[in-house]
């Protein structure tokens, strides 16, 4: 909870309604993503026409009302449901390629967690969704000004840390990497590959993003390979 | 006609059956590809759920029973209009790129081209409808992948027979080129923008194919403006 909330609570009798009205926020919100949470798993198994406002009700342990109530139609909990999918993939993608130690291995990385997940095709679909449903499109619109910008920050951000050299502007390369994201997935869920052909296809794709300094490993490698000495015998 | 159907011909008798039969498919082949002009026409431009078979019969001058022998459902032909579209558009720009003097113009021509025609949106909407149709599967299947050779080629042959040095493998940079012309689209549609900048956002992510030799011009530039020279005073 942010401070001034804390803040304010301490200042107001527990009766008060502003306090009640603050309970029934956050009550929202985590009924809101319980839904979410329900919606993406069931969409993701079956598609958008295979499942019912019902179905999702009852794998959240809801009433059917609360998600007309929260999210209006089904096709509106859909594009919510894969826009934040998305956006998770890349801030879990992002932090595990931060670990890595090379630009080679980085990108590997940022492939393997996008491609990893159904988060693109997930994604794919409400955008053509989109296409016949006009009103849900800002939502779409907004996420992925959100995957560029996002990608951006954290591509110059790692740039900048390791002292690498990025072979296109950072923002070039932030945009590249999604719009081959979303064209190999596309392509791969017509030719019906499997999401590992899919990496492999990103990953050529995409090509060498950043060099290394020449000459200069600028991190320590620790732990490589099960060292027997760090083994207690 | 190829040279062996007219040998064949000279042989037969007018009244033989298999000339009879060539006729039979010769007309069967032009009304099929009337059906597929009007049907693209439509499709592109009010979508597959808004156009009718007997819209398109009409528009083809046909009847619909003509539609259902020849492709069986509408579905079926909006996904073999769309292929064929994205064919000829890939074709024309390969055309229209050869014509270009440096490496520079002649990946803007192949953009401009494949980005300025529906064809691209038209086949991601084919794509996405084989999901739930995968009898439609094999088709787009088929298609990417003769998208991805007569790309190679293409590309392959321009390189050799300009000196042009590629600065991916031909093979990648073709796939490089289709992915990116199928994800810049996607993103595109979902944020409202045009053509133009279509074309401008995957020139962006392209970036540069390849280079021509350092100082060597070795296409003389004929034609370059419009001189009075050629106008009859």
Redesign the interface.
Known sequence: MAPKSVQAASEMPAGDPKHAARATRSAGRQMRSRLLDAASLLFKER?L?AVSIADIAASADAFPSQITYYFRTKEALFVEAACRDVLHVARAAEEHAGKQLSPADYTRALVDSVMGADAVGFF??A??L???RQDL?PL??RT?ERLHAEGLRAYAAEMAARGWHSR?DPE?SA??F???????T??G????RAPEQLAT?ML??I?TQADAPAGAARLKIVGAGNSDSSSEA
Do not use: N, S
Request: aromatic residues 2%; hydrophobic residues 55%.
């Open positions: 598609g026409a794919v679909e955008m053509m989109t296409r016949r499109a779409v619109e992925v296109l070039t945009r590249r999604w719009a081959i994201a979303i064209g190999v596309l392509e869920h017509a030719m019906g296809e050529r794709l090509g």
